[in-house]
């Protein structure tokens, strides 16, 4: 089934909405939420929530990409269930490894925090990601907005894991750049 | 700002970019494409006074397709002599290919790019395409083939089936003579297998479209040989980078270029040992990111002052003493007219006045 007739489901409030979606991108929001939580259970849960959301979401939205929507919403409750359970940083799941790689991104300093809101960074970083070459973007946003493995990205990139870090390094170290150049620092 | 607030804000990556990275990831089809199509209406005109209409129709496709290809390739305009293209006319004549026509061919070292018109295809299996329909050529009477697709013009992004199949409709399919043109993507050295095995110079090439699981049809053969290459050899001494970051040194041995690929030979300490499953990739990290540097930061310089990077490796072998960095693109470049090759402050070759041309470290040796 088409994305419009699966959101035209939902706006009408049909029950078949949500089977027409687990059956089109079931898979695609479960490993989304393996891959940050690292446990089937909590995968599950992320998914059946998924569900819910984009139940209660729609029709006042009319997301123009079902899959990009719906695997945000997957990705948020995934962070949000990892945080809640306290397991960011020593889950079986990619995010503490992701978040390891990330805080080489953020500058080290001592002046004033400059507040940022998150809408802004996500601005930013929207910007930074589209100004990358394709091979690396590709690489930066299956590592960090799916939270692939480094080994899944590079085969299915026929490269060597070698390759995918070395692109990874680059593209953190950009990153720090320009966050720096935005003054942004550690608050922790 | 901490890491999670990081990871959290990547929900800003453009949604474009999270679908394209997502259909690589989730196994789904992308095709890439650029420029319009241009259509040659004098010569077509001409051909439609000489020829009956109906010949006409299936002529002009094949025609106007090899306009399209030459014109998205830059084949003129870059001197790409390696690019060969097929008389239509004589092909139909001879009546060898009733539904399999060759176009063109391009031997880019490695690769063999064949360019072909199948027909009929209809319509509808183009409205199956890429989910339940799949392409693909073999060599009749041995077990050689590979993966085929519709031609689309170089470098632009489609995400999507509905996108690529409108694409299919608008560049590559013809729907009143129901002719699909497709490219045939073969490695060189399974050509040159199959010409040992059946112990001839040409080799029967046929196509087949699969639709769904069992039903297959197959168009042609025709006769094909393997098409001449062009490429230009640099050596480079070898001449030796020093990365400050990484405090490691490269030795940049040579360069292999043809209008449409590249290889760049490099060697290191602990090469061989790197590019083996068992490898520490810890310990390659560093060598993988100098390995990268060399095809992407490297820059080769044309006579108008333009710059060309040939971007990262495809595959990167250690073959005969040096790592061979394949590297590929989709429009040619002309490769006689590569002026200067530089990488940050150290020139790897440069065009000078007579013998004196030569730099320090590398020599050019055309073929």
Avoid at chain 1, 48 to 57: G, I, K, L, M, S
Avoid at chain 2, 264 to 272: D, F, H, I, R
Wanted: charged fraction near 25%; charge should be negative; hydrophobic fraction near 40%.
């Amino acid at each position: 089934m088409e994305d419009r007739e699966i959101v035209d489901l939902y706006w009408q409030r049909s029950d078949r909405a949500i089977a027409e979606t687990e059956q089109k991108y079931g898979r695609y929001c479960r490993t989304i939420a393996m891959n940050i939580c690292g446990s089937n259970e909590d995968a599950e849960e992320c998914v059946n929530d998924t569900w819910f959301r984009a139940w209660n979401r729609m029709p006042s939205e009319r997301p123009t990409v079902l899959s990009a929507f719906l695997g945000c919403i997957t990705r948020n409750l995934a962070i949000n269930t990892i945080k809640a359970k306290n397991r960011i940083k020593r889950g079986r799941g990619e995010a503490s490894l992701a978040l390891e790689e990330l805080s080489e991104c953020i500058p080290d300093g001592r002046s004033p925090e400059k507040v940022l809101e998150e809408k802004e960074l996500e601005k930013l970083i929207g910007r930074f990601t589209a100004d990358l070459k394709e091979t690396d973007r590709t690489i930066f946003v299956l590592r960090y907005w799916y939270l692939v493995p480094v080994a899944d990205i590079a085969e299915k990139l026929h490269c060597s894991q070698g390759k995918v870090k070395s692109s990874l390094f680059r593209t953190r170290k950009k990153l720090r750049e320009a966050l720096q150049k935005e003054g942004l620092y550690w608050t922790n | 700002m901490d890491e999670l607030t990081l990871l959290r804000a990547m929900n800003g990556i453009h949604e474009e970019d999270v679908v394209m990275a997502g259909k690589l990831y989730f196994n789904e089809n992308t095709v890439r494409k650029t420029s319009k199509r241009i259509f040659t209406l004098a010569l077509a005109a001409a051909l439609l006074l000489a020829l009956g209409a109906a010949a006409y129709a299936v002529w002009s496709v094949h025609i106007s397709r090899q306009q399209d290809l030459r014109s998205d390739l830059k084949i003129e305009e870059n001197n790409a002599s390696s690019y060969m293209e097929y008389d239509v006319t004589q092909q139909e004549k001879a009546g060898s290919a009733a539904s399999l026509v060759l176009l063109s061919a391009v031997n880019d070292g490695t690769e063999q790019r064949i360019y072909v018109d199948v027909s009929p295809v209809a319509k509808e299996n183009i409205a199956r395409f890429p989910a339940d329909v799949r392409f693909a050529w073999s060599i009749a009477g041995t077990e050689i083939g590979g993966f085929a697709g519709p031609q689309l013009p170089v470098s632009l992004s489609l995400s999507g089936d509905e996108a690529i199949r409108n694409a299919v409709l608008d560049y590559a399919y013809d729907e009143e003579t129901e002719t699909l043109t497709l490219q045939c993507y073969a490695d060189v050295k399974f050509i040159e297998k199959a010409m040992s095995d059946l112990g001839t110079d040409s080799v029967p090439l046929q196509v087949h479209m699969i639709v769904g699981e069992n039903d297959s049809h197959t168009f042609g053969p025709v006769p094909f040989k393997l098409t001449d290459e062009q490429t230009r050899s640099f050596d480079f001494g070898p001449a030796q980078y020093h990365d400050k970051e990484l405090n490691k040194t490269i030795e940049i041995v040579g360069l292999e270029l043809t209008p449409f690929s590249a290889v760049w030979k490099v060697s290191y300490e602990g090469a061989a040992s790197f590019h083996t499953p068992e490898a520490d990739q810890a310990a390659y990290e560093p060598w993988s990111m100098l390995e990268d540097k060399v095809c992407i930061e490297t820059k080769l310089i044309f006579s108008d002052g333009s710059e060309f990077s040939t971007g990262g490796a495809l595959t990167t072998p250690y073959e005969n003493g040096t790592v061979n960095q394949f590297c590929g693109w989709g429009s040619a470049i002309n490769i006689d007219d590569v002026q200067r090759i530089e990488l940050g402050d150290l020139v790897l070759w440069e065009l000078k006045a007579a013998d004196e041309e030569m730099p320090r470290q590398a020599q050019d040796q055309q073929q």
